[in-house]
């Protein structure tokens, strides 16, 4: 599962790499958790892209109310495009969420150690993400998403099984667009993206609070180890 992300790029390097205008000023993000606020792009009715926020753990249209029942945080891309919960938004409400890499923790006896995996040498990627709208009977709204995930690769994979679905800069466009409702049309998207590009090393623990957002979550242990990939 993908439960823990870190957004630090600037509102420049964003707009630029997601090609959408920011009009809002973003902040740097070291330690993002389930149920805050996530920043995302989506493509708006005018059909151009806009940046926006949403809450991150999906609430489905039809639940009665979203106080109850665990949020979904995650949705696998083997399955997502047939679950009650994800069926819509796969097809008509599909995000990007961009981050500067993510977490992971590796059993390693007693206490599970955390790595950030990132693009190799930094910079924003895009993670494939899905979003929908719950509508209340006294007219409040809640929007929300889930992060897809796959099956991890080769850098991945002596961490944990599982990372978040990146979608390549190239297919942005093709991952928003709102008229391709086929998932066989975005299937390919899904796969885990190249080993190659991607790098990981340990952080300390402190990321294991989710209360704690410090530059210092993203920093490596200094124990002479290098990024896995380098």
């Not at 991150?56 to 979904?72: A, E, F, H, N, T």
């Not at 190239?170 to 790098?199: F, I, K």
């Not at 920093?219 to 002479?224: F, K, L, R, V």
């Amino acid at each position: 599962m993908c439960g823990r992300f870190a957004l630090f790029e600037s509102d420049q390097v964003l707009s630029k790499g997601f090609v959408a205008p920011m009009t809002f000023r973003t902040f740097p993000r070291y330690n993002i958790a389930p149920s805050q606020p996530v920043l995302a792009v989506r493509q708006g009715a005018s059909g151009t892209r806009e940046f926006t926020h949403l809450l991150w753990g999906l609430v489905p249209s039809w639940s009665k109310d979203p106080s109850l029942g665990p949020r979904l945080i995650n949705a696998r891309a083997e399955t997502a495009a047939e679950k009650s919960a994800f069926q819509g938004p796969f097809r008509y409400h599909r995000c990007l969420i961009p981050a500067s890499g993510f977490f992971e923790w590796k059993d390693g006896g007693e206490e599970k150690r955390p790595y950030f995996i990132r693009r190799k040498g930094g910079g924003p990627i895009g993670l494939a993400g899905i979003w929908e709208s719950w509508l209340g009977a006294d007219g409040s709204e809640v929007e929300s998403c889930a992060i897809l995930t796959t099956s991890a690769n080769a850098t991945v994979a002596s961490i944990h099984g599982r990372m978040p679905v990146i979608v390549p800069h190239a297919d942005y466009g093709l991952w928003l667009d709102t008229s391709v409702h086929s998932p066989a049309d975005v299937a390919r998207l899904l796969a885990p993206c190249p080993a190659g590009g991607m790098e990981a090393y340990p952080v300390s623990r402190m990321v294991n609070d989710p209360t704690v957002d410090r530059e210092e979550c993203v920093a490596g242990e200094s124990d002479g180890s290098l990024p896995f990939g380098r």
